[in-house]
């Protein structure tokens, strides 16, 4: 009867463990997998070799406030000031509200967690009486209360402030940012940095002569992707690049200056003859005041407002300069509603002496074409491509790397499956843990270009709160930012020639030794209104 | 021959349903584990149904988010391991269906709803997270591991 129960004992313990040899043949099964996966992945980034690059590291902000002040309060001068870290009593409600109806919008908690920059807004200069005053509003933090100059040169001449932020129509940038830096004023402005091609040399020396801290205002300089796709471009991972596909795609009003019109706006509210400036005389339009932008006398059209951006993404990455040459063609065709820019838009920009390397044989390394190509009508995303000979480069604030079917530097890992053409060979994304809530279509243009927001340690920021910060850093340490005068010129002159190429309708070349339009004379580019 | 109530055929079906979901439940969880990258934010943000606010809101929350990622990848791996060796099979298997409801309430394949993520299969009303809930409940109302498993062990105590 013993017996019995130890033999049946014996089965018993022997049937109770009789599944734990299953998980010896997970284990194995399961490590198998894992290191075939993990060689793969490890063989491509050794051929690679792609770091994601460490972000710039700017000085610390301690010391005596920075004093601001800012002239133009509309969109892009209040989104400006945020990034600085001073937002509306409105804007703050605004957020809020939006973040109980989604609590995915956080952008409220981001502004309030946002860095300490140690700056006081010690000006305000808008000739519209109502954004001066929500300017005076926003900058009222601590006691301190900015002082609205009625005129820019007062605030120029007034030893109160030490750097100035330009959000104005373009062609106002120039003009103020020349008038800030004789001043001994630092100076961020916003792009397209000028509005004419003569004061494009005259910004440059100005700035080149008061050694005054200058910062254009493309702020993806500081988009964590772009950091790592320069070192892509740098390990020669696409090979030769033949081509860059750029678009914009936009199908709101929004998206096509259609701004709304305060209604409060009128000559008693608006200085309109400030606004004016160097533009060609006229009545008071309310029109004109709050959609500039649909106008060559104030604005640089799709050219100078968001090719700019396109073209300063690219040339963070390449580094290829001004082109050689520019066609651009379009026209009206989606918002007939009086503008004079065009709402679809074409440009050709010719590189033939560019290289980023190659890994074929010599003399197969030269040339490129930058192709932008923009509609106000369709929003659909195409996405940016840098299209080279060994693979395709896609870059937003994510960026991946598919290899060519047909690449010569892959072509061995190809045949052998280790790299497959129809998945992404590397992918880059610093919000792997993040969750994103962009509202608006027009929000999620830029986001998606990497324009909005970058990633620090995995953690979302506002890419303009960066971008402002390596400028003061500058002024606080001295150093030069990362969208200097050389850049700004580069991506000013770039889009000039696009504009002149429209409004000339001729292709427009550039003299390198000369530094300027080679085939256009002074008096075509005055019958435009560019000279 | 009866062994625990069970004919020999019924038991050793009843323990290999039992291991194909216990193996698919450890690998799920160890996979995410692997990957420092992954998060159940993704998921949770394409949520859709009548519970896709509250998932939405967890994904929002990024301290939350580090607790909801632990509990699921141990949850998935705990749950897997006492499915294979019969070990607290009852907890395992209750724990085992409340993560698989929850997966479900997330992404209901409800008439009329789309999701960001492809699915390998085509599913009305019904998916494999369902039938493998229900799998698990069966395996609750016809327990083994009281005789292939280490619970026989407890039961003896």
New interface residues.
Partial sequence: MKEDNNELNRRDVLKGLATVPVLGAFWGVAQTKKNKDSAVKEQIFKELNIEAAKPPVSGSMEGNPLRIGIIGFGIRGEQLLRAAGFATKEWKEEMKKNNLENPKDLRLKEFLEQEKLNIKLNGVCDVFDVRAESAIEAGSVDGNKPKRYLHFEEMMASPDIDAVIIATPDHWHAPMAMAAAKAGKHVYVEKCMTHKVGETYDLKKTIEDTKIVFQLGHQHRQTQSFLTAQDIIKKNVLGHVSLIQVATNRNDDNGAWQYEIHEKASPKTIDWQQFLGNAPKREFDAQRFFRWRKWWDYGTGLSGDLLTHDYDRINTILKMGIPDSVMASGGVYTHIDGREVPDVFQVVMEFPNYTSGTSQEKGKEKGMTFLYTSTLGNQYDRGTLVMGHDATLELGAQLTVMADPRSTRYKEMIESGLIKTDVPMYSYNPSAKGVDAVSGATAKYFANKGMMYTYRDGKRVDSTFLHIKEWLSCIRHGGTPSCNIQQGFEEAMSAHMATASLRLGKKITWDHEKQRMANVSEAELRSVGMA | MKIGGYSKGQLWSL?VL??FI??HF??EG?VKL?ND?W?A??YL?DSKGLFA?MF??M????SL?KVVDMMNVWGLILIG?AL???FLVKPAIWGGVVLLVFYYLSHPPMIGYTFAMPSEGSYLIINKNLIEAAALVVLALFPTSN????D??LKRK
């Fill in positions: 323990v039992r291991l216990g193996w450890l690998y160890i692997w990258n998060s934010s993704g943000v606010k939405e809101s994904a929002a929350n990024a988010m391991l294979i060796v019969g005789v292939v498993g280490l026989q062990f």
